[in-house]
C-alpha cells in the first residue's frame, strides 16, 4: 500500500560470484556483495587490494629479474612486490616495508648489462605509488609523509652507494647513460609517489567530506521524524482535549445546577455540589491554558465536534468519488461507545483510505468497522492498484503508521498493517471498548 509503511524487508544473500570479486578487487567489503560496477570500481582494479593487478606486477617483477637484471632466483623481490598491493588494503605501513625490502634486495643483489630503472624497478614504483596512495587514503598524513621520506632516505643512500662505488648497478658503462642510475629512479620515484600520496589524501578528504555530510543527514531526518512525531502527539492531545472538556463542562452544569433541581438538600450537599462546580470549572480554564500552548494558529478551525463512526459513510463517499472505490461494512456498535475511541475509529480508516489514495490509486478497498466481545475490529483491506505498482514518493507526512499506532495504543489496542499475498495491503485494529482494570485504577 505504501513505501512508508511496508515492513522491512528480508535482506538477501549477495551474489557468490560478487562475494569471490569483492575479495579479488576492492570494490566493496569483504564478501559483500551488494555493488556495481561503476568509475571507482574500474580504478579499484590497479589500487590496493587488487589481486589481478598484484598478479600482474608479480608476472612482469619476476621476467624482469631473470632477464634483465642478472638475478636467477628473484623470488623474494618478486614476491614481497606483489604481497605489498595485496597488502597495502589492510596495513599500507607494513605493504611500504615490503616495497623498501625489495627495494634494497635490489640494490644490493642485481646489476644491469644496459640502462634500466634502478633499485626502483617497474614494478617496483608502481607498487609504491600503490603503497603511498594507501597510505594518504587509510593512514593520518604525517604517516604517508613519512613513509615517503623514508623512501627518500633509501633512495638516497642507493645514489651515495653508487657515487661512492659500493654498489655497481652497471660493471660495464652504456654509452650515453648516467652512470648513476639511482639519482634518476630517486627522481621519478618522489615525484610519483609524491603525486600517489596526494591523490590518496584528496580520496580521504572527500570520504570524510561525505561521511560527515552523511552523519548531518541522518541527524537532521531524525530530527524531522521526532518533530513529527511530536505534531502527531499535540494533534490527539487536542483532539481528546476537546473530547475531555465536553465531559467536564457537563460535569460543571450539573454540579452548579444540583442544588436547584434536587429538593431537600442540605447545606453541606449544597457546598460539596458548589465545590465540585469550582473545581470542574477550574480544570476547564487551566485545560483552555494547555490548549493553547499545543495548538498552533492556523487550528482554530479544529474547534469543532470530532467525527465517529457516523461519519464513515460519508469518507467512503468522498474516496469513491476520486476513483478508488470503497465497500463500507459497519456492524452493530455500542450506543455508549467513548468519544476517545470513536474518533480513534475514524482516523485509522481515514489514514488508512489515504494511504491508498496516495500509494495505490484506483484500488479496491474493503473497509469493515465490526463489534465483538467487548472489542472493536477495525480493518482496511486493498488491493494492488489497477495500473500496477503506484508511486513510491513520500509525499505523506512520513507517520502514517505512527499516528494510526499512537491512537490505538492510547485505547489500550492493538495495530497490525501488512502486506497481503494478493500485491495490497492490510491494516487491522483491535479495540477494548471499556478500559482495562489497570486503566481504570
Known amino acids: 500500500m505504501t513505501a512508508e509503511t511496508a515492513p522491512n524487508e528480508p535482506a538477501q544473500h549477495p551474489h557468490p560470484v560478487r562475494r569471490v570479486i569483492s575479495y579479488l578487487v576492492p570494490v566493496a567489503p569483504l564478501g559483500d556483495g551488494d555493488w556495481r560496477w561503476r568509475f571507482t570500481s574500474t580504478l579499484a582494479l590497479v589500487g590496493p587490494g587488487s589481486v589481478p593487478f598484484a598478479l600482474m606486477m ?53 646489476v644491469t648489462t644496459k640502462w634500466e630503472p634502478w633499485p626502483l624497478t617497474v614494478p617496483s614504483l608502481f607498487a609504491l605509488m600503490t603503497v603511498l596512495f594507501a597510505l594518504g587514503r587509510d593512514r593520518r598524513a604525517w604517516a604517508g609523509v613519512l613513509c615517503w621520506l623514508g ?28 652512470p648513476n642510475p639511482a639519482s634518476d629512479n630517486l627522481t621519478l620515484g618522489l615525484l610519483l609517489g609524491a603525486f600517489a600520496f596526494l591523490v590518496g589524501l584528496t580520496v580521504r578528504i572527500w570520504r570524510q567530506g561525505r561521511t560527515r555530510v552523511a552523519e548531518k543527514e541522518r541527524v537532521a531526518e531524525g530530527e524531522r521524524q521526532r ?88 469518507l467512503a463517499e468522498a474516496v469513491t468519488r476520486t476513483g478508488t472505490p470503497v465497500d463500507l461494512e459497519v456492524g452493530d456498535l455500542p450506543d455508549d461507545l467513548p ?16 494511504n491508498v489514495m496516495r500509494h495505490a490509486p484506483g484500488a479496491h478497498v474493503h473497509a469493515s468497522v465490526t463489534s465483538e466481545n ?54 487491522r485494529a483491535v479495540l477494548p471498548i471499556r478500559p482495562t482494570a489497570e486503566e481504570s485504577a
Open 58 to 110: 608479480f608476472a612482469i617483477q619476476n621476467g624482469l629479474m631473470a632477464t634483465n637484471y642478472g638475478i636467477a632466483v628473484g623470488a623474494p623481490i618478486t614476491i614481497a612486490t606483489g604481497a605489498a598491493i595485496i597488502l597495502a588494503r589492510f596495513r599500507p605501513v607494513e605493504a611500504w616495508l615490503l616495497v623498501m625490502a625489495s627495494l634494497v634486495a635490489t640494490a644490493l643483489w642485481t
Open 339 to 354: 468519544e476517545t475511541l470513536a474518533l480513534t475509529v475514524f482516523r485509522v480508516v481515514q489514514e488508512a483510505l489515504s
Open 374 to 427: 467487548g472489542t472493536l475490529d477495525v480493518t482496511v483491506v486493498n488491493g494492488p492498484p489497477p495500473g500496477g505498482p503506484g508511486p513510491t514518493g513520500r509525499d505523506g507526512s512520513g507517520l502514517g503508521l505512527v499516528g494510526m499506532r499512537e491512537r490505538v495504543a492510547l485505547d489500550g489496542g492493538d495495530l497490525v498493517a501488512e502486506p497481503t499475498s494478493e500485491g495490497g495491503f492490510r491494516v
Open 227 to 314: 518533530r513529527r512525531l511530536l505534531e502527531e502527539r499535540a494533534r490527539i492531545a487536542r483532539e481528546l482535549h476537546d473530547i475531555v472538556a465536553h465531559h467536564m463542562s457537563v460535569v460543571a452544569v450539573q454540579s452548579s445546577t444540583a442544588e436547584y433541581r434536587l429538593a431537600g438538600l442540605d447545606e453541606d450537599a449544597k457546598a460539596e455540589f458548589r465545590s465540585i462546580s469550582d473545581q470542574a470549572r477550574e480544570a476547564l480554564a487551566e485545560m483552555r491554558r494547555l490548549l493553547g500552548v499545543l495548538r498552533s494558529e492556523d487550528d482554530a478551525g479544529t474547534r469543532e465536534p470530532q467525527p465517529g463512526p457516523e461519519a464513515l459513510h460519508g
Open 151 to 178: 623512501y627518500a632516505a633509501v633512495g638516497a643512500a642507493a645514489v651515495w652507494g653508487v657515487s661512492s662505488h659500493r654498489l655497481s648497478p652497471m660493471p660495464q658503462p652504456v654509452l650515453d647513460a648516467n
